[in-house]
């Protein structure tokens, strides 16, 4: 995609029309998927235990090294 030439209103224009070219259908999913995931109450179930997790493994590597 060649972006040098094109022209947009505004940087909102832009966003939207980048985005919607340069990602592909999958890229799409993944993100509507973890916005959903952090804004519809699973922010504790998922993102937080992700967090524990991963200082755990961090912790281990301390460890480790």
Not at 3 to 17: C, G, I, V, W
Not at 24 to 39: C, D, F, P, Q
């Amino acid at each position: 995609m060649d972006t040098e030439h094109l022209e947009y209103s505004d940087l909102e224009e832009m966003y939207s029309k980048t985005r919607d070219e340069g990602f592909g259908a999958e890229v799409k999913r993944r993100i509507m998927l973890g916005t959903y995931s952090l804004s519809s109450g699973y922010y504790d179930a998922y993102y937080l235990k992700a967090q524990k997790v991963r200082t755990l493994i961090y912790q281990d590597f301390m460890k480790a090294l």
